[in-house]
């Protein structure tokens, strides 16, 4: 699989949060690659998102690793980081 651009990966991030429903389509748009993950979802929402970008990638991105993600923009750096 190609590495992913930044857009990719942040339109993917919006497309799982839609269709698990974490979100209405409203507040989807206005989502930012800085707004804090926390204000968008809880803790379960998190991990159910985590599986499908791994699943979409087939990367892994280990749980001691997730902690460090505050922002969509950590998230997508850490995605971008596991095609090396």
């Known amino acids: 699989m190609k590495k992913p651009t930044q ?3 942040f339109a993917t991030i919006k497309k799982i ?3 698990k429903e974490l979100l209405s ?3 989807i748009k206005d989502i ?3 707004d804090n993950l926390s204000d968008f979802l809880d803790s379960l929402d998190y991990v ?3 599986i499908e970008l791994e699943n979409k990638y087939v ?3 280990p749980d001691e690793e997730c902690n ?3 922002t969509f923009q950590d998230l ?3 995605v971008k980081r596991r095609f090396k």
């Open 76 to 78: 997508i750096d850490d």
């Open 25 to 27: 389509q409203k507040h």
């Open 48 to 50: 159910e998102l985590i």
């Open 68 to 70: 460090d993600q505050v």
């Open 32 to 34: 930012e690659t800085t």
């Open 59 to 61: 990367i892994a991105i």
């Open 7 to 9: 857009k990719e990966i």
């Open 17 to 19: 949060m839609e269709q």
